[in-house]
């Protein structure tokens, strides 16, 4: 969040600067217009190709949270035919999600070793014989919920990953500026059309922050941590089934 801050300062610094520079200074330069339609033409193809890419990124990690959280789900409940196994399989997932929760950020176990999979593995191994026949008639549901629950894990970590590379960056940079300060040799008079072109500026920075949000993944907004959080502790804490108790008696 602290990144994201100084980007949208660093922004409006620019706005700033580039009203200053709409106002005060008018180049006169002849054939502009070529200048301009080349340089709109360059930024959009590569600004709407890296933005179809980050999305497609950004949906693809939201729909491995999903999934992610289901199977945690799954495997809690199909540990509740062994009390002493849920028992732990619950501070296991507790544990997990309050650090999400305390870090204030989805990808706490990407960017920290995380141990969550390693315990509720433990506590399953730990069942006695008498256990066994208990969990016997789910066992193909928990054994494919921890295959699929690691595999979700290393598809989040090499998705946050795929960020944009600096060239990348560096050529999106470029290309904005250009075609900023370009649109500005249009010779007209107009306090209107200036306001027009600061407006104009102004798009084509929110464009890039956008992009700057999609790639860093801040667009997933301040609440997302507790949502996805806040949904696995009510099911580990029956708190749907206390609800539902209560307003029957």
């Known amino acids: 969040m602290k990144k994201i801050s100084i980007f949208s300062v660093f922004l409006v610094i620019l706005l700033v600067a580039y009203a200053f520079y709409v106002i005060f200074l008018s180049p006169k330069i002849e054939n502009y217009s070529d200048i301009i339609v080349a340089v709109t033409f360059f930024f959009t193809l590569f600004s709407g190709f890296f933005i179809t890419r980050q999305n497609d990124r950004y949906t693809a990690i939201a729909d491995e949270i999903s999934n992610t959280d289901g199977l945690f789900s799954l495997l809690y409940r199909l540990s509740g035919v062994v009390p002493r196994v849920q028992a732990k399989v ?3 997932l507790r544990d997990h999600y309050q650090k999400i929760l305390g870090s204030n950020n989805w990808a706490y176990h990407i960017l920290n070793p995380s141990t969550t999979i390693t315990k509720i593995f433990k506590a399953y191994s730990e069942i006695d014989d008498k256990e066994r026949e208990k969990l016997g008639q789910f066992s193909d549901g928990f054994g494919g919920a921890f295959a699929d629950v690691q595999v979700s894990r290393k598809k989040m970590i090499m998705l946050y990953d795929e960020k944009l590379l600096p060239l990348q960056w560096t050529l999106v940079y470029i290309l904005a500026v250009i075609m900023i300060i370009s649109f500005n040799f249009i010779p007209v008079q107009s306090l209107f059309v200036d306001i027009l072109k600061i407006f104009f500026g102004a798009c084509v920075l929110l464009v890039i922050f ?6 860093n993944l801040t667009i997933f907004g301040k609440d997302f941590n507790e949502k996805t959080a806040g949904d696995i502790l009510r099911i580990i804490d029956e708190k749907d089934i206390k609800e539902i ?5």
């Open 210 to 215: 956008l992009l700057k949000q999609l790639d």
């Open 90 to 92: 619950r501070e296991a």
């Open 245 to 249: 108790e209560a307003r029957s008696q």
